[in-house]
């Protein structure tokens, strides 16, 4: 793949694709750690004499149809005072089109890409006209290279010229540290809500690690699915027979799953739930499993100490509940502290890390959500395919 920094971008019009994607209510921004990571492409792309254009989606509008609720103005101006400076948005007016690009070290925001019929489903013509927007394509948003769209995949194809953006590269890295050849052992860490979202994450898993550790409602559904009873808890029953499958294969393959020997169960769904200890044959009917038990983090505890490499995606836990917080909290800390390579990925596991303050002492964290899990199942992805066919020189 070529990358921007073997790029010339002083004075060229350089259409970048960032994951500007950031959760909002009413307008107001929740979480700004998305736009925090493209600045510093935005700075260097600007640092080095770039006209730019910046591109990307936010939500899911109704295809082809502007949405006022979905619209990037409170991103341009959260940029405009980041990078000091009047961030234009251009609205997806005909006359965008033909309008004359920034001047050099100066930049406009495109409205949301995803108001323009033709996105979702990678429409050339549409990749066409994008790629007529510029000099130079970036596709820096990983996050959204799972998806063949026309400004995640068809432009790279269209464009004078195509490179990877800084983010991407350093994600691909990251991401390729832990799939090829890494320094064993390699454990991951897989827990979360729904074993039927991440099943074949796990079966991917199961050819590239040396330990697994599981919790959350994945945990919930293996118990169920080896006899144990679960009470209440979160737990997919259609999921069985996938769960046993998950197991047998594990088994044969010698695959380390330590199980759990106890759990820490709730009374009531609610944060004010009280909360017990249980060993894990011993769940009521009348109880939510909600968190992993002690004398399991110390098992689990002694396991991450060993890894060389470490994936975490999904808590152990209902963290969000200081008394069914422990086991995530515990997971989080062995994992900062075993000098392992560490990357973590998903939205509520770096909310877990934001909560103790351990991003920082994290090797990698990922906010690419599908497209991270998409990777590490081993997916080729559309947008680094292109890249890829577009190859290193311009
Ligand atoms: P990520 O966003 O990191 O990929 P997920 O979205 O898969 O993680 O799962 C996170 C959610 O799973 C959290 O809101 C957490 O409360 C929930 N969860 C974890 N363990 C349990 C459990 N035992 N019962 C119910 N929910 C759980
Ligand atoms: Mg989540």
């Not at 009531?268 to 004010?272: Q, S, W």
């Not at 011993?282 to 499993?289: M, Q, R």
């Given at each position: 793949m070529r990358r921007m920094a073997d790029c010339e971008l002083r004075g060229r019009v350089v259409l970048l694709r960032e994951d500007l994607n950031v959760p909002m209510d009413g307008g107001r921004i929740t979480n700004t750690r998305r736009i925090e990571a493209a600045l510093s492409t935005i700075r260097e792309a600007l640092g080095a004499g770039a006209r730019l254009r910046l591109l990307s989606h936010l939500g899911?509008?109704?295809?082809?149809q502007s949405d006022p609720a979905l619209s990037l103005a409170p991103v341009a101006a959260y940029l405009s005072q980041a990078l000091d400076r009047p961030v234009p948005l251009l609205p997806w007016t005909e006359a965008v089109w033909r309008e004359p690009p920034p001047e050099a070290g100066e930049l406009v925001l495109h409205e949301n890409?995803?108001?323009?019929?033709g996105e979702r489903e990678d429409d050339p013509e549409l990749a066409t006209r994008l790629a007529g927007l510029c000099e130079l394509f970036v596709m820096d948003a990983f996050a959204t290279a799972h998806r063949a769209e026309a400004s995640t995949h068809g432009v790279i194809l269209k464009a004078p010229e195509a490179c990877a953006g800084p983010l991407l590269i350093r994600e691909v890295e990251a991401l390729t540290r832990i799939i090829e050849?890494?320094?064993?052992p390699l454990v991951a860490i897989i827990g979360g809500a729904k074993i039927s979202t991440k099943i074949d994450l796990l079966n991917a898993l199961l050819d590239r690690v040396d330990g697994l550790i599981l919790g959350g409602g994945i945990l919930n559904t293996l118990l169920y699915a080896q006899g144990f009873p679960v009470g209440q808890?979160?737990?997919?029953?259609?999921a069985a027979d996938q769960a046993r499958n998950f197991l047998a294969v594990a088994q044969a393959r010698g695959k380390e799953i330590p199980m759990p020997v106890d759990v820490v169960v709730g009374h009531?769904?609610?944060?004010?739930s009280e909360a017990d200890v249980r060993p894990i044959?011993?769940?009521?009917?009348?109880?939510?499993?909600f968190d992993i038990g002690p004398r399991t983090i110390a098992r689990y505890r002694a396991l991450l100490s060993q890894a060389k490499t470490l994936l975490w995606n999904g808590?152990?836990?209902?963290?969000?509940?200081d008394q069914f917080a422990q086991g995530t909290e515990a997971i989080a800390r062995a994992m900062v502290q075993s000098g392992a390579y560490t990357v973590v990925g998903g939205g509520d596991s770096l909310a877990a890390l934001d909560r103790w303050g351990?991003?920082?002492?994290?090797?990698y964290c990922s906010t690419a959500g599908g497209a991270f899990i998409e990777f590490v199942e081993g997916r080729p992805l559309p947008a680094l395919e292109a890249l890829r066919e577009r190859g290193g020189g311009p």
């Open positions: 899911r509008p109704q295809a082809g890409i995803r108001f323009l019929p050849a890494p320094e064993r808890s979160l737990c997919e029953h259609d009531l769904p609610m944060p004010t044959d011993k769940v009521a009917s009348d109880e939510w499993i808590p152990v836990g209902v963290f969000e509940y351990l991003a920082d002492r994290v090797s």
